[in-house]
């Protein structure tokens, strides 16, 4: 799979959910700060707590879903820093904290302003969740999925032949595409300026070899290495999907 380019939403989730909040005039201040300085926030909670700056990422992603601040082993926090005491402690952190406050004030004037019919809200997609089945922090995954979906079939429809995986919050192309374009494109189907970053798919060479060596080691012999996204949605997908 090396040679192809993986295209990411910079930071989608955050991104709109301050675009709508700002629509209904309320301006989301640690939101906008962790989306200029994004970098800088997963590297200090990275350093300060001995954690990857992927693992600050997923917890930064799990917060603006609602994710709880549990000390129980099987929630998500928990879960992503391998430890409820870390958990505790990081929970305390004062960027940690004001994110947190301002993803839950973004998210009441978001839901209060959706239009209520029969206790079901509607995201731009078409599809509901009933009010009366869900929390707020359910309430507000859909409508934000509903603008990333609409946001990832409008690249779709412009490079159909170029696209051969999407992603959660991106895709996967065969070739280099215009970023310009896609953002554009984004942003006339949504009415939201979304971002994206593109970078090509790479793979260690002994990190490769050592894997075929494992696998070698009990009878199988490797045809091919594939992006793990892309074999998981082989493994599961009809080629029509």
Request: net charge negative.
């Amino acid at each position: 799979m090396a040679g192809l380019y993986d295209i990411d939403i910079e930071n989608c989730h955050y991104s709109i959910l301050a675009q709508m909040a700002a629509a209904q005039g309320y301006q989301c201040t640690e939101i906008n700060d962790y989306l200029a300085n994004k970098e800088k926030v997963r590297d200090s909670l990275a350093a300060e707590f001995g954690i990857s700056t992927e693992q600050a990422k997923q917890a930064l992603i799990a917060l603006i879903y609602g994710a709880k601040f549990s000390g129980r082993a099987e929630d998500a926090l928990p879960m992503i820093f391998n430890s409820t005491q870390l958990a505790k402690k990081i929970y305390l952190h004062p960027k940690f904290l004001a994110l947190r406050d301002d993803i839950e004030g973004a998210r009441a004037v978001v839901l209060k302003a959706q239009e209520v019919s029969r206790r079901t809200i509607k995201n731009c997609r078409g599809l509901t969740i009933r009010m009366d089945e869900s929390n707020e922090r359910q309430q507000l995954a859909h409508l934000l999925q509903g603008v990333e979906a609409t946001a990832l079939e409008a690249v779709y429809r412009l490079y159909p032949k170029e696209i051969v995986l999407l992603q959660h919050d991106g895709f996967t192309s065969t070739k280099p595409l215009d970023t310009e374009r896609i953002e554009a494109a984004m942003l006339e189907a949504t009415g939201y300026r979304l971002e994206v970053e593109a970078h090509i798919v790479t793979a260690a060479t002994s990190a490769l070899q050592n894997l075929q060596h494992c696998v070698g080691g009990v009878g199988i012999s490797a045809a091919e290495t594939v992006l793990n996204a892309l074999a998981s949605a082989e493994a599961v997908l009809e080629p029509a999907e």
